[in-house]
């Protein structure tokens, strides 16, 4: 069973920067695309930055020219880059892989890690 473990979360002012990071236990095969997701007090779970299989990637534009997205292959590690931070960027993000199986996708979560952006 892939595990994956999120880290890099904190509390950093407004303008600063974090970068988060997330471990896959083990290397993950027949990966679609990879994601980070935010969600806020009271607010459903967003889609905030995508990493797909062939390398494009995806940003809401609440965060764009803001956020990046990468990946350490060899560490089986996802990253998510953050600056420029505000208030409204503070959730809980999540990491997410979504493997292409024959027929079905299969999501694997992360625990979240919280980021608190102070004004």
């Known amino acids: 069973q892939v595990q994956l473990e999120e880290s890099g979360g904190g509390l950093v002012q407004t303008g600063g920067s974090l970068r988060l990071s997330c471990a896959a236990s083990?290397?993950?095969?027949?990966?679609?695309?990879m994601g980070w997701y935010r969600q806020a007090p009271g607010k459903q779970r967003e889609l905030v930055a995508a990493?797909?299989?062939?390398?494009?990637?995806s940003y809401a534009d609440s965060v764009k020219g803001r956020f990046t997205i990468s990946r350490d292959i060899a560490k089986n590690t996802l990253f998510l880059r953050m600056s420029s931070l505000k208030p409204e960027d503070t959730a809980v993000y999540y990491c997410n892989v979504q493997v292409r199986g024959s027929t079905t996708f299969t999501d694997y979560w992360g625990q979240g890690t919280q980021v608190t952006v102070s004004s």
């Open positions: 083990q290397y993950i095969f027949s990966v679609d695309r």
């Open positions: 990493l797909f299989s062939g390398g494009a990637t």
